[in-house]
């Protein structure tokens, strides 16, 4: 399950059912054999504190094998405290190990605007590492590498990744979900 924002939900690429780097996830895992079945839980706009409202009630729906927190870029952008987006996350954690049985946890990193000064960017980067050695979690360093800032990988908002851009997205998670995944038994 991918819990996350809009770069999880595919914002305005044409047929995100197909072309956020979710559904390419999917795809890879078809390919590779691997049976599981990607729930791409991604809504738009939404913050830290929104994931962990829904939490409960996605864990409730389904038998989930790893959960994928995509959370905190709109907390960045709103210049959100950053030990109150790291404890929001933590406690999304915190929920998950109480499903049965727990899911395996990755946590995707993201990066604060420099706008907001070094030491916040600084403060906020550091969130994601520190989730996902405080919880034995995989940690994708920053979803957006190789595709922030690069204007034909990203929407005119400047913010969003083209489909060119959420292929990359997919690489980026899948270099790291590919091990965990293969350390589990297929769920379905």
């Known amino acids: 399950m991918f819990l996350g924002t809009s770069l999880t939900a595919g914002y305005g690429l044409r047929d995100p059912a197909s072309e956020a780097y979710p559904a390419l996830l999917q795809a890879k895992l078809d390919s590779a054999g691997r049976r599981f079945r990607v729930v791409n839980a991604g809504v738009s706009g939404e913050s830290s504190a929104g994931a962990l409202s829904r939490i409960d009630w996605l864990l409730g729906r389904d038998r989930v094998a790893i959960l994928v927190v995509e959370t905190g870029a709109n907390d960045g952008l709103r210049g959100q ?69 690069i204007d034909s990988l990203n929407q005119e908002d400047g913010i969003h990744p083209t489909a060119a851009g959420h292929r990359i997205l997919a690489a980026n998670v899948w270099r790291v979900l590919r091990e965990l995944v293969d350390s589990i038994k297929s769920p379905r």
Do not use: C, H, W
């Open 81 to 149: 405290d950053p030990d109150s987006v790291g404890a929001r996350i933590q406690a999304i954690f915190d929920r998950a190990r109480r499903a049965v049985p727990p899911p395996k946890l990755v946590v995707v990193g993201m990066e604060a605007l420099p706008n907001l000064g070094q030491d916040y960017v600084r403060r906020f980067r550091a969130i994601y590492p520190a989730v996902a050695r405080a919880n034995g979690a995989t940690l994708v360093p920053f979803l957006l590498a190789g595709v922030a800032g």
